[in-house]
């Protein structure tokens, strides 16, 4: 029996569609195969739905780090510009 893959939303149809461009250039240029864009589709939405889970929380990770890292420099000329 087949997981049932579901199709993730993206903020508009261009962006799906350039993403299935992609996945199409991408086995044309490196494996010189020719796929649909049925086809595509459905890589792309297996691809999400197994990683995509796992990239948006390293995505997340990333971000905090780095908003912890501005709000220690910040901390710092704050200490800077404060009287003594």
């Known amino acids: 029996m087949t997981k049932k893959i579901n199709r993730i939303d993206f903020s508009s149809e261009e962006i799906r569609t350039k993403y ?3 996945v199409i250039g991408f086995f044309q240029k490196e494996r ?5 864009i049925i086809a595509a589709g459905e890589i792309l ?12 929380k390293m995505a997340i990770g990333d971000a905090k780090k780095l908003l ?12 800077i510009l404060s009287p003594k």
């Open 68 to 79: 912890k890292e501005r709000m220690e420099d910040l901390e710092i000329n704050l200490d």
């Open 32 to 36: 010189n195969e020719l796929i649909g």
């Open 45 to 56: 939405d297996f691809f999400l739905n197994t990683a995509g889970e796992e990239v948006y």
């Open 20 to 22: 299935i461009k992609e």
